[in-house]
């Protein structure tokens, strides 16, 4: 059975793009119209030249002036200005395959200003910092590196959607308003009406009839829905009033969630998520592959100038997809790990049992010690939050729960997950354990008073994902408009 007949509903409705223009490129010596904003402007005394870009492409158009003395006699062009111009297509003359002529002598050919730009219109071709481009939110991503890891980051969440199409999930939309905390940490940011109407009792004085919150994570809302869907997942923002302000936080990010039932194993979350990984990774290096095979250009990876970067970008592609399985250890067997290492004196201090495993320690142990991503499980109870149940070899001595996180070089934690509880009195009695409003939380409680299955889930920062693989340093780069303490531009 052949390929389905692809209709392209959008023909003769849009002008191609210039990535179509360089992939599919017309016949030489046609009449082409594009539209984008000037890059760079030279001009010389019998010829100009503009680079044109339109964001499809880390990619420019050349763009051919002839008798640039009369061409540039209207309109005094500059950098950023956003203009259209039609003229014939060719073969390029220079280090490019294709450029377009435009020459003001000839019928058909036409240049004219769509936008101009202010005297002091700051992204101009040389090197700047991404430091000093996070203060023009609304310019920055007309640079090539910036565009580039949208381009990017819209790539990968296609083949998200692919992956779990493929493994028969259904994706959902869970709220963003909630009036539970599922990490259980408070650091929520709270959801009122700017005014406030007057109310003749307490509730009615809450919008909501009780406290509302912006989500740290859906996922107990997912629970609810897997119970009915059986494989659920989905990709929303979340929100966290923590008042960090490193490279890898922000206030308001993207997570992606999945929840699964009918497993009893968190050995089998770890193997999932690894499959899942390894999935958008093979995904990545095979349009890197056959782009370049092609001849034709990768957008990511040719959006950088710095070599230092590429070879960052293909390493870390090429740990990820190694040959062999990502290794797995216990909270208890990391600590061991790192306190030998510790009395080598190569770490400083010394770790005990229940104390958090930092950022450097991940970093240490997934980068040199293993040379891998590697999944560590079975963490203290007292370190995690209320739902997750005791672990397989549960010791009372040393309580842990079935969860795990995994942790990549040079980042750290890139995911987190656990199996759920779902027995209902063991529930009950870890919430009044902690404290907990049990009448609060009677509706998250119900889904185990009316068949209950196992189930499991994980919790992964899509912007940590596309900083790793794009391996971008500041979380704040790879998002469009950083939402962190202090930073909210616009």
Known sequence: MGEPH??????????????ELLLNPPKNDSIVSTQGHIKSIRQFKNIGFIDLSDGSTYLSLSIVIGNPESAFKQNRYQVGQSISVKGLWRDSQGTQKHELVYDPEENGHSLSLIGGVTESYPIQKKSQTLQFLRTLPTLRHRTSTLAAILRFRSFMESKMNDFFESESFVKVSPPLITSSDCEGAGEQFKVEPLNKPVAKDKEEDLFFGKNTYLTVSTQLHLEVLAQSLNRVWTLTPCFRAENSNTNRHLSEFWMLEAEIC??????????????????????????????????????????????????????????????????????????????????KGRLKGRLNWGDSIQTDHEKWLAGEHFNSPVFITDYPASEKPFYMPPSTDFNPERPTVACFDLIVPGMGELIGGSMREHRYNELVAEMKRRNMDIEEMDWYLSTRLNGSVPHGGFGMGFERLISYLGAMENIKDVIPFPRAPQICHC
């Open 262 to 343: 009918y497993i009893s194993d968190v050995r089998q979350l770890t193997a999932f998520t690894e499959a899942m990984l390894r999935y958008v990774t093979v995904s990545i290096r095979d349009k890197a592959d056959s782009i370049n095979s092609s001849g034709n250009f990768d957008d990511l990876i040719n959006s950088r100038f710095n070599k230092l970067d590429i070879e960052n970008i293909t390493n870390r592609w090429s740990t990820l997809l190694s040959d062999k399985p990502w290794p797995t250890i216990t909270y208890t067997e990391a600590i061991d790990i790192i306190n030998k290492v510790k009395n």
């Open 6 to 19: 692809r209709v392209n509903f959008c023909n003769n409705i849009l002008d191609p793009t210039i990535k």
